[in-house]
């Protein structure tokens, strides 16, 4: 079965930057389009950020991260990374990546709070 293990959140004031990593046990991680989504108390599972298949796989972002999120890939070492600049207390939540359109079974994301 297929893990997803991410890292890097913690607790940090508005402003600061974050850098997330998701390291997927697969040899196919280089042909699956990859997501990053987040969970805030009380709310629904969201997409954030996407990225397609090949080196510079093409991106895609939520309004509401756009100009301060990065997700980038390294297909040599089975990682995605999230590269969060400028975090806001609305960015508080539990964050997973995951295949993105057919989702594998979730790990167990890593907590970024955001509070000053």
């Known amino acids: 079965q297929v893990q997803l293990v991410e890292s890097g959140g913690g607790v940090v004031q508005p402003g600061a930057s974050l850098t997330l990593s998701c390291v997927i046990s697969?040899?196919?991680?280089?042909?699956?389009?990859m997501g990053w989504y987040r969970q805030a108390p009380g709310e629904q599972r969201e997409l954030v950020a996407r990225i397609g298949v090949g080196r510079s796989g093409t991106t895609h972002y939520d309004d509401s991260v756009k100009g301060r999120f990065t997700i980038s890939r390294d297909n040599a070492n089975n990682v995605v990374y999230l590269q969060m600049k400028a975090l806001k207390p609305e960015d508080t939540a539990i964050y997973y990546c995951?295949?993105?359109?057919?989702?594998?079974?979730w790990g167990q994301g890593t907590q970024v709070t955001v509070s000053s």
């Open positions: 995951n295949k993105f359109g057919d989702n594998l079974a």
């Open positions: 697969t040899s196919l991680f280089s042909l699956w389009p």
